[in-house]
Structure formats: C-alpha cells, structure tokens
C-alpha cells in the first residue's frame, strides 16, 4: 500500500503519529540552547611564555625561535605566526580543520618538554590555550559608586566577584582598574650597602619565613591528629621584624633595611564609565554552555546584588552578549512567522477557498516541529544559522504540499470523491515532487567535504533545511492527503478565477508564439545569460557583510613611551564625543595595560601600555536609534584630532561575533624581509599610500615605534677583572624593577609582597649607576663601575609567520564593498619597489576571499553533479536532465540583477544563497517534464500538444510554488534590524533567481523540450 493510500484509509493511525511529532517537537525545543552562531572551535593553539624583563629582539632568539621549532614538529600544522614583545612570546599556531585539539595540545607540550633544554631557566611558566566563542565575554559592567576609589574596588573584589563566579555556567570573572593592595618592603640603599645585604637575601628570607610547615601525624588515644607549623605572616609587623641576617652577632631585621608599607600597586592603567571613576568587570562562560541563559542568570544575579549594596553602587551594562542574541535572533524569527503568513496569503490568493489553504498551512507548524527533532538529537542550539535556514524552509516547505493539493483538487473536479481525488492526486505528483525534494537536499551533500568556517556554520544551515524539506515531503505524501480527504467537499467549486483563466490563455498564446520563433528566443535567453555572466568580474565581493550590531569597540594608541596621562588627554576627547551622541546607553574605557594586559595586547585584545586605551560601547538597539555604527564612528573620527603617532582603530564586532572572536583587520598587507629598519620603510610607505584610497580609514602598521629605553652594557673585562660575575650583575637591576617575595594572606585573600629600591634610590639614571652589586664573596661595588649606561631604541613588537620575520600593514574599510577598496589598494601598492629578498603578500579578507571562492566554485561543481545523477535517476534518462539544468544558468541572470539593484555583494552568505537556489530552480522544470512525460505516456498525446497542455496544466502549481517560495523570504529580504545584513543577502540571491529562473522556465525549457525530443523522434523514425 503506498503512503497516500495509508494515510486516506487510516486517518486515526495518521493523527496519533502527526500528535507524536507534535508532542516530540514541543518537548525538544524549549531544550535547545540559543546562541549568536553554532559552536565552533577554531583549530588555533596559542603558546605564550612570559620572561620579564627581557627586551623583544632577546625573546625573539631566546624563546619564539626554540618554541616556534617545537610546535613545527607537531601533526597536522597549517601555519605558525609569533609575536615577541617585551617580556612575552606568543606563538599562534593553526593546524587543518579536523585536527582534535585536545591531541595538538598534548602533542606540543610533548614537543616543548623536548626543547626544554634549549630554553632558559628562569623563564616563565608556559601556558597553551584554544581558541573558541567562549574566550568572548558574555557580559561586561562598569561599576560606579559615592564611595573611595579604594573602597569601590575593595566592595568589587569581596561583594560583587563572588557572586558573579558562583553563577552555574561561569568560567571566569576579571576586574579592571582601581588601586590593587599590595604590602611593599622599600629598601634603602646605603642600609644595604653599609651591612652588606643584598636585595636576594631578602627577598628568599621573607619567603622562607612565610610558611606554613606540614609535621605529619600523631596519634593520642583514639584520636588522630595532624602537625602542622604555621609560619605564615598574620599582620604587617611580622614582616618588619622578620630576621634577615647577622653582622658581627646582631640581627637585622627588615626593618632596619627600609620600610613596610601596605600601600597600592603603581599606577600604570585606570579604568572609567561614562566618564567616572569605575571597576571594570567581565565575565566569561565555560565552553559548550548555553550563552543566553548564563548571561541571564548572571543579570539577574547582578540586578539583585547591586540594590544591597552600601554607597550608592551603580552598574552599568557596556556588554550583554545574550541581549544581542535575543535581538537578532527575534529580529530572524519574525522574520520567518510573517514569512510563514504572506506564504498562506498567496495560496489562498490562487486558491481562492480555505479549505485547501488550511490543509497546506497546516503543512508550515508540523514540517517545522518535526524539523527541530533531528536538530535536537544532534545537539544543536537555536542560533542565527539554524534560524536562517527556518525561515529560508517556511516558503519551500509548501512546494510540496501545493502541488499535492493543487492536482487532488483538479481531481476532485474530475473524480467527485474527496478520498479518491486525495489519493491519486498525490501518487501522480509523488515521485515529481519526490526527485525536486531531493534536488534540493542533494545540493548540501557537497559541504560535508568543505572545511573551514564555511562547513562548521553552514553545515548547520544545512541540516536545518534539508529537516525541514524531508519532512515537507513526508508531511505531503501523508498528513495532506489525509487532511484533504476529510476537508474536501464534493461541491467545492474547482472554477479558477478570471485572472488565472485569462493568465493562463495568455501564457499559451505566448508560448505557441515563442514555439514559432525558437531561435530568437534561443538567441534572447542566451544573450541575457552571457550578459549576466560578463557583469560578474564588476559585481562587489567582500566575505562576510558587515553586521549592525548594539555594541562596539575600538582601541586608542599613542607612540610608544607616551605617558599615560597624554593618553587619557586623547581618551577624553573620546568620551566628550560619546557623551553627546544619540544611540549610546553607556561606554567604559581601559587606559594602559591591565593585569594580563601583555598576553592580551599581544593577540589583539588590550592595551599593552601607558600609550594604549581601548573603549567598549554598549549601543540602544537598532529600531530605537537612528544613528548608524558608521555615523557614531564617524562621528568619533572627527572628534579626534589629526595625531602623527597614533589614532583610533575599530574593531568590526559583527564579525568577531561571527567567527567566534576570530577578528583582525579586514585590510591586511604583509610584507617578509629580514632586516627590521627596511621593513620599517617599505611598511610605513604603504600605510601612507592606502591611506589616500577611497574607503580606507585606521591605516596602520604592526611595526610600532621603537620604545625608548637605558641599556646597562657590561664591561665584561672590568667585572672579571673585579672578580663579578654576570648574573651578579644583571641580579642587582631586579632591586629596580622590583621583585617578589610571596603573598600576605588576609580574610581568605592573598596580596602580593614586593621588594624594591625606594624611589629616591631608582628615579634617575645616575642613581640606578649607584645601585650597589654583591658578589658572593661579601664584596660590594657600584653598577656603574662595571656597566655604561646608553639610550637605545628597542623595538617593541616582533611579528613572524611560518618562521619568516613579517611587518604588516592594516586598515579597515567603510562606504565602500571591499572588492573595489582592494582594487584602490592594489593600485597603490603597484607602485611600491621592494629590494632584494623582501616580498609582499595579502592577508585577511582578501585571503578569505580568494578561499571562499575555491570553495564555493568545488561546492557549486559538486552540488550541480549531484543534482544531474536524482534526476538522471528519476527521468531514466541523460538528456532530460540537461534540459532542466538549463534553468540554473536562467536563474543566474536574477541573481546578478537583483544583487546589483539592491547594492548587495557576491559574499559568503549570498553564495549559499546560490547554492540553495541551485536546488530549488530545477523543480518547477522537473514537475513541468515529468506532467509532460505522462501525458505523452499515458494519453498518448504528440510532442507538441503536450508540451503545450502540460505547461498550462502545471502553469497554477510552478507560480504558487515560486510565489510562496518568494514571499516567505521576502521579510528576511527587506529587514534592516540586526543580523538581517547577513541573512538577507541570502534572500535576495534566491528571490532573484527564483523570480527570473521561473519566468524564463516557463519558456525556455518547453521550447528546449519540444526541439530535443523532437529531433530524437525523427532520428528514431529514420532510423526505422
């Protein structure tokens, strides 16, 4: 029995399976997580290695080389970068799509283990992180309050933090700004020389006396009990009177050397929110967790802490990365329901009763809730991609449907029985609609083989709507003809109405028309796709569009070894500008770097010095301001004054949300070479060349300005001579800096002990040359007797890839699509002489383009092979799919025309777009053949006669089909909230192929049919 009979015969057995399904969906969707995009960890390892104070060029030789030589070894490597700055080395290293991360981790702490040796022992510890959404964080607050500076971050740090990392879901919470504790011992120099202490002895005498001593176990009648000494620091005093050595038999305590404070850290970064003093918070989820429900949990924890609060504590959101979601994800949904709306609208348009309306409409909820089953049982969440391909399914997933309905309804004329006509009206279109179902699932099978950020996102916009056309189909072939049996009345009227019946005497006129003249329209047809396919090289092409968004961020940068209070004189430029312009609710800003703030600068992420602030904005959404991202930053643009040194940089936060965090400039050059002054030249001649392009804005270069320092050269001679070795020497400078002598523990805290000259021993050059050196055999002499001091110029940042030394040059665009900003930056460059072993190459988008068209071009190939093998299949035959694959070059020309009428690029979404429509396009073709094939099977009738009654026939289905299709994506299409850049560039693709594939299908496909086979007819007559 097939399905169709099943379903008219056992309507009861048909209902309990459809209230499965139902019961099903309900309880798998409020189970899906919500999130901005699918969960993607990008294959990235990053090595960072701290070894303080130690300059760039020293790190570069002494750690990145070794490290970057290490991972080299490990499988499955793509391509290493490194950056080397003072005091830090970070190698980034990407391995092939694939790769498991946990197994790379492992193998490059093998491989470090190996070149330990090789390394110096007094570096840091190493750490090796992955790179995934999670390292984006979910919330940030600036905190204000009327209370000290002291006490609001003493109120962050014991009320707020707790709390906030107590909240199921987080990983992580970070505070920013306010003056840190810290108990500093400030030693005097001439106390230290005149007793012959050096600085070391301290330092290991106040950690050697700040323990807490393990002693075992003893046992005291049935009790047993463990020793323990407790040696730890319980107040200031114990540090003053800790014994540091003897001279000639009396003790010297730390207080003899210098004074204890309990003080604060130096000043080196503040943090303010609206222009006020404030903590900054940020906190981060655990990997693979629901985005929208911890940050809504962390919300509503934050909203019921802040109002116990003493002082008048205020926070204020500059980020809430679940909001975002929400807002873009709504923005999709809606897009979807009134899709799903103006979708019915049409079928009863054509329709004209509402009996087959609500059996078709009923096909959108049923085909939906089923689809979120097999999205459910795969673990998806409910995110952007998912919800695209929702609301591209609302329109397709009536295709079926329609064309059942619409030939059971032709036979309810013919037969006058509502079960039979619902029967055979879907076993006469079942296996058409079957072959165009899986045309179009067939297109997706091509991105299991694509790799990259192209297969992990889209992959899941496959899954979604290949569900949902599967179950379109099942819900066709089942729940309609059931639905119709028991709704179809025997005297509904099957008249069509006058607009349709004069449409379609229209369309045959013109078709036995254009059946006269075929080489012209042959020649019409194949002068508008060539003219389609000539316009292509002019069309704009950028890699992703550029997402509004309700949050933005930029960094502030001065030269180096500008002090940080020239640095807030440019960051309060910015706030004047923030604080007058609509469509801002709040903004915090961090000048100079942060605790950590190296290893962040060094991937992008921070200030990484006094001359350094980055600024994060929180923005009111898009429907309730009527200031653009562009026209704000803009607007900050020209409040800042022209700066020789520096500048404002954005960061596109649209598209770091879309990769996951994974965002760099979209305008990157980069230039190889070995020597770092020549690189310098030829990178800053670049940067001022793109400058002048049209459409480049932030032009900047990776190479900063060196930053000034004092070199303590030792005189190797006179020190051996004096009998003083190196690290003697070198040991006395750590008195300058400053070093560590353990925690003093407080209420459960720990604040750091620091030893250090005072201030009037270390404020000059001339008294660092005074600063006293002890060699082990008791003697003491002056740095400067064995050093000279000479002001240098050290480069801050060091940059290689692939282990070749590289200076790029960066910018963003705006106003203009990237194609033709790289064109003006091509043009420039041309002009630009490069010498001997020094070459020039593109990064970031236009990288990501010329991958994404590799890509697209193996997709599209794969996706058009596998289309020709279902209908090759269904048709028994070669030639009559050839015939229905002309519709996709037909449906090119839409495409092209209606992506340049609306100022859309050739783009990554657009080119899923394509590819989808590739499936779509060739199903009005394939029910138009496979009718004809019947008539000419089953009626016997000519060639001609049935090319010409089935494309009047079919005339109804295909444009109900097409329309529906269209105008369930036409609110996506048209939506200018946010997240809609991306998802309707998607619409538009396939609304313009689908428009102009159906318009020119309706001829060009019957003419091509009409003349093959009747050549093959001939042939076959000659033949006999």
């Known amino acids: 029995m097939k399905l169709p009979d099943f379903s008219v015969k056992r309507p009861v057995a048909i209902s309990m399976l459809v209230l499965i399904v139902v019961v099903l969906g309900l309880t798998a969707l409020p189970r899906m997580g919500l999130d901005l995009m699918p969960d993607i960890t990008f294959p990235i390892l990053t090595v960072v290695t701290p070894y303080q104070g130690v300059s760039s060029e020293e790190i570069e030789n002494a750690l990145t080389r070794p490290i970057e030589s290490a991972v080299a070894m490990t ?21 092939s799509w694939g790769t498991q991360m946990e197994f790379a981790a492992q193998d490059v702490r093998d491989q470090l283990e190996m070149f330990a040796p090789m390394l110096p022992e007094d570096r840091g510890d190493t750490q090796i992180m992955k790179f995934d959404a999670s390292m984006m964080p979910i919330g940030g607050w600036g905190i204000t309050g009327d209370v000290s500076y002291e006490e609001l971050r003493k109120i962050c740090e014991d009320e707020i933090e707790p709390v906030i990392q107590q909240v199921p879901g987080v990983s992580a919470v970070y505070l920013f700004g306010g003056p840190e504790r810290e108990i500093r011992v400030e030693l005097e120099k001439d106390k230290l020389e005149a007793l012959r202490i050096p600085p ?63 003080t604060h850290k130096e000043v080196r970064s503040f943090t303010r929110t609206n222009s006020a003093p404030s903590i900054m918070i940020m906190a981060f989820k655990e990997t693979s967790v629901n985005t929208v429900l911890v940050s809504g949990r962390v919300m509503k924890e934050m909203k019921k802490l802040i109002s116990s609060l003493p002082g008048n504590i205020r926070y204020h959101t500059y980020l809430d990365q679940g909001d975002m979601i929400k807002q873009v994800l709504s923005v999709t949904l809606n897009s979807a329901l009134w899709g799903g709306l103006l979708a019915i609208l049409i079928l009863f348009i054509f329709l004209r009763s509402w009996r087959p309306t609500v059996v078709i409409a009923t096909a959108i909820p049923l085909s939906l809730l089923a689809t979120f089953l097999p999205l459910y049982a795969a673990g998806y969440t409910i995110n952007f991609v998912v919800l695209i391909g929702v609301a591209l399914g609302v329109g397709m ?212 010095g006094p001359h350094e602030a980055s600024f994060f904005i929180s923005l009111k959404p898009l429907r309730e301001r009527s200031s653009s991202e562009i026209d704000i930053k803009n607007t900050i ?104 002598a353990g925690n003093y523990r407080e209420k459960g805290k720990e604040y750091p002990i620091s030893v250090i000259l005072r201030e009037s021993d270390r404020d000059t050059v001339r008294n660092i040359s005074q600063v006293p050196v002890f060699s082990n055999t008791g003697g003491v002499i002056s740095l400067g007797e064995v050093t000279e001091a000479r002001e240098t110029v050290a480069p801050v940042r060091l940059e290689r890839e692939d282990r070749r030394r590289v200076v790029t040059v960066t910018a963003n665009y705006e106003g203009i699509k990237f194609s033709r900003v790289h064109a003006g930056v091509q043009r420039a460059i041309d002009t630009v002489r490069l010498p001997p072993g020094y070459t020039l190459d593109y990064g970031g988008e236009a990288e990501d383009l010329n991958e994404m068209f590799t890509t697209l071009m193996q997709l599209f190939l794969l996706a058009i092979l596998f289309i020709y093998m279902v209908m090759a299949a269904q048709f028994e035959s070669f030639v009559q799919p050839l015939m229905i694959m002309a519709t996709i070059p037909l449906a090119w020309v839409g495409v092209v025309w209606l992506l340049l009428l609306t100022g859309k690029s050739i783009s990554m979404p657009s080119g899923m777009g394509i590819l989808i429509l590739f499936g779509i396009v060739v199903n009005n073709a394939i029910v138009l053949i496979d009718y004809i094939n019947q008539l000419r099977r089953d009626m016997g009738m000519k060639i001609r006669e049935a090319v010409l009654e089935a494309s009047s026939v079919r005339l109804r289905p295909i444009l109900m089909t097409s329309a529906t299709t269209v105008m369930g994506m036409v609110p996506m299409a048209i939506s200018r909230m946010e997240g809609a850049e991306i998802s309707s560039v998607v619409s538009i693709a396939i609304i313009g192929g689908l428009v102009a594939g159906t318009i020119l299908t309706l001829f060009v496909i019957p003419l091509l049919y009409d003349t093959v086979e009747s050549h093959f007819e001939k042939k076959k007559g000659a033949t006999t």
Do not use: H
């Not at 499988?75 to 391995?95: D, P, R, T």
């Open 75 to 95: 499988s499955n490597v793509s391509k290493i970068n490194s950056i080397s700055m003072e005091g830090l080395s970070v190698i980034m290293a990407e391995y």
């Open 200 to 262: 070391g002895l301290v330092v290991a005498q106040l950690a050697s006396s700040n323990l807490n001593v393990p002693g075992g176990r003893i046992q005291e009648g049935y009790r047993e009990l463990t020793v323990k000494g407790t040696g730890e620091f319980t107040s200031i005093d114990d540090l003053k009177n800790t014994l540091i050595a003897n001279r000639e038999g009396n003790p010297i305590y730390v207080s003899d050397l210098g004074e204890v404070l309990d």
């Open 397 to 608: 997933i009536v295709d079926s449907s329609i064309v059942v309905i619409e030939n059971s309804f032709r036979q309810l004329g013919i037969t006058g029985d509502p079960k039979l006509a619902s029967a055979i009206g879907a076993k006469q279109v079942g296996m058409a609609i079957t072959a165009s179902t899986f045309t179009t699932v067939v297109v997706f099978i091509p991105l299991l083989f694509a790799g990259g950020v192209v297969g992990r996102i889209f992959t899941q916009l496959a899954i979604t709507v290949t569900s949902a056309l599967i179950c379109s189909l099942i819900v066709a072939l089942t729940i309609i003809p059931m639905l119709g049996s028991k709704l179809f009345k025997v005297d509904t009227s099957f008249a069509e109405p006058k607009w349709q019946v004069a449409l379609n005497e229209k369309y045959r006129k013109l078709l036995e028309y254009a059946m006269e003249r075929k080489k012209k329209v042959a020649i019409f047809a194949g002068l508008v796709v060539l003219i389609s396919i000539l316009a292509f090289p002019f069309m704009p092409r950028e890699y992703f569009p550029s997402m509004e968004m309700a949050f933005m961020s930029l960094d502030i940068k001065r030269g180096i070894g500008t002090p940080i209070e020239e640095t807030d004189r440019l960051v309060k430029i910015v706030e004047e500008a923030l604080e007058g312009q609509e469509g801002i609710v709040s903004y915090s800003g961090m000048v100079g770097a942060m605790d950590g703030g190296g290893a962040d600068s060094a991937i992008g992420t921070g200030p990484s």
């Open 637 to 740: 643009r020209r409040a800042v004054p022209e700066i020789e040194d520096g500048g404002v940089e954005f960061m596109d936060m649209g598209q770091a949300m879309m990769g996951g965090g994974q965002a760099g400039s979209p305008i990157q050059i980069k230039v190889y070479g070995p020597d770092i002054d020549t690189l310098r030249e030829i990178t800053d001649s670049i940067r001022d060349k793109i400058s002048k392009v049209a459409g480049v804005v932030d032009a900047s270069t990776t190479l900063e300005a060196g930053s000034p320092e004092y070199t303590f050269a030792i005189n190797r001679a006179e020190a051996s001579r004096l009998g003083y070795t190196t690290s003697e020497i070198a040991g006395s400078l750590g008195s300058v800096r400053g070093m560590r």
